[in-house]
Nanobody, 119 residues
Framework: VQLQASGGGMVQAGGSLRLSCAAS????MGWFRQAPGKEREFVAF????????SYAESVKGRFTISRDNAKNTVYLQMNSLKPEDMAVYYC?????????????????WGQGTQLTVSS
C-alpha cells in the first residue's frame, strides 16, 4: 500500500484548507495528526465505500472527510481552523470493514503533511 499525502500549508485561524491522500488502492482510510510533544491522535475515518464516516469530537462540524474512489483519493476539508489544529497530518489505510479510531488498526501510513495555523 502506498499513500501520498499533500495539501498542508500555513493558514490563518478561521481559514480553510483541504488535504489529499492518494492511495495505491481502495481501503478504509483515516486521518490522524500529531502536534509537537503530543501523541498521535485520530481525526477522521471513512469507510471503503465512503458511506460511513467518523470524526473526533474536536473536529466534528468543522472537518469533512470524503473520497473519490475513481481516483483512489481521500480528502480532508478543514474549515474554521484553530491554532490547536496545528500538527502534522497523516493519512492511513486499513483493511477493516468497521469504523476505527485506533492507529493500530491502520497498517499503512503516508508521510505526513504539515498544517500551520497562525492566530
Amino acid at each position: 500500500v502506498q499513500l501520498q499525502a499533500s495539501g498542508g500549508g500555513m493558514v490563518q485561524a478561521g481559514g480553510s484548507l483541504r488535504l489529499s491522500c492518494a492511495a495505491s488502492g481502495r481501503y478504509a482510510m483515516g486521518w490522524f495528526r500529531q502536534a509537537p510533544g503530543k501523541e498521535r491522535e485520530f481525526v477522521a475515518f471513512i469507510s471503503r465505500s465512503g458511506g460511513i464516516t467518523s470524526y473526533a469530537e474536536s473536529v466534528k462540524g468543522r472537518f469533512t472527510i470524503s473520497r473519490d474512489n475513481a481516483k483512489n483519493t481521500v480528502y480532508l476539508q478543514m474549515n474554521s481552523l484553530k491554532p490547536e489544529d496545528m500538527a502534522v497530518y497523516y493519512c492511513a489505510a486499513s483493511n477493516l470493514v468497521v469504523v476505527s479510531s485506533r492507529s493500530t488498526d491502520f497498517g499503512s501510513w503516508g508521510q505526513g503533511t504539515q498544517l500551520t495555523v497562525s492566530s
